[in-house]
């Protein structure tokens, strides 16, 4: 029987990966006097009015065809908010506006204030305003199912505190983990392909959980080195991070997995896939000294957040996963 892979599935991580720095290096060739030369992380810099503003673009993915297949529309919002806002943080910024792109197979207004629930919902958990939108009818483009659509936010933040790249990561400083409310918006390629919608459609169409409010006091109060939101490509996002200062992770004490991940492991019986595609119970990392750990941990849990450490910085540019015994380099 064929491996169950996120690759075979049609997801290739490690091809995404490549496509993404050629990108990058064609998009930034096209700077200018506001644009700031910070490519390859959680958001771009910019320059206006006196003020170093952020941008994100980013939507919900697959999981649209869960929300189809459950009839369940008033959640992906929180996602396309979620996916955007929780990136833009990662730098140290703070969201605070928002923009939407919804597109349509045909005119649903019953459809489209469903999913605007959830937008309005995301923005409030978030502090973002939504100023503006567009949606579009594409019968043509938009195809399959009974209601197909497709939905992306792009989002603005404003940096009011020094800039977090992950530049100064000392080896030895905690990464803390904050807990997530189950899959997020990555991976349901995989996802959609091993469990059945039937049994799990639940716990598949949880929105994202948004960590703003527990992030940006921990910005405000705490000594931090660096932020990961672990989304596309997983644990191996930390090296978006941990690149800025050449150093690496190791993860030795990941929470006990919640069961639909546990059912997910069954069908694709690999750690490394696993932690490679999923959250497993972690959406986002933060990297402090150890005398932070506690005060970091208190004020997630403030916010209704679980929180442990789940690894270190290490001086080797890998993130290696410690689990049964075994070392598993998830790059």
């Known amino acids: 029987m064929a491996k169950i892979t996120y690759a075979s599935s049609g997801v290739d991580v490690s091809r995404v990966k490549k496509m993404q720095n050629r990108i990058n290096d064609m998009a930034f060739s096209a700077s200018n006097e506001y644009s700031l030369p910070v490519k390859g992380h959680y958001a771009g810099l910019f320059k206006a ?8 673009c980013d939507g919900v993915g697959s999981k649209v065809l869960v929300a189809e297949d459950m009839g369940k529309y008033d959640t992906v919002g929180i996602d396309a908010i979620a996916m955007n806002v929780n990136d833009i943080i990662c730098i140290g910024s ?34 973002v305003a939504l100023i503006g939108g567009e949606t579009a009818i ?24 020094e800039m977090i790249t992950g530049s100064s990561l000392k080896t030895g400083d905690a ?19 091993v469990l059945s919608v039937k049994e799990w459609g639940k716990e598949m169409l949880e929105p994202t959980r948004i960590y703003v409010k527990p992030v940006l006091e921990m910005l405000g109060s705490s000594d931090i080195h ?33 069961p639909v991940f546990k059912a997910l492991a069954e069908k694709v019986n690999d750690e490394r896939e696993m932690h490679r595609t999923f959250n497993m119970g972690v959406g986002m990392c933060i990297m402090a000294p150890e005398t932070e750990e506690s005060r970091l941990i208190s004020i997630a849990r403030k916010h209704g957040v679980k929180a442990q450490r789940v690894g270190t ?19």
């Open 49 to 56: 009015g006196g003020s170093t503003l952020t941008m994100h």
């Open 175 to 193: 990464v803390i983990g904050l807990e997530s409310s189950g899959i997020h918006s990555n991976g349901y390629t995989l996802a959609r392909k």
């Open 226 to 258: 660096g932020i990961a939101h672990i989304t596309g490509g997983a644990f191996s996002k930390l090296m978006r991070v941990g690149a800025y200062a050449k150093k690496g992770f190791v993860l030795d004490s990941m929470p006990k997995p919640a």
């Open 94 to 127: 703070k969201p605070i506006v928002a923009v939407d792109y919804l597109a349509l197979a045909k005119s649903d207004e019953e459809l489209v204030f469903e999913i605007m629930k959830g937008l309005v919902a995301g923005a409030k958990e978030s502090g």
């Open 313 to 331: 910085v290490t001086d080797k540019e890998d993130v290696v996963l410690v689990k049964n015994g075994k070392r598993i380099s998830l790059l």
């Open 138 to 161: 594409l019968p043509d483009m938009i195809k399959g199912g009974k209601r197909p659509f497709d939905l992306a936010v792009t989002c603005v933040g404003i940096m009011e505190r």
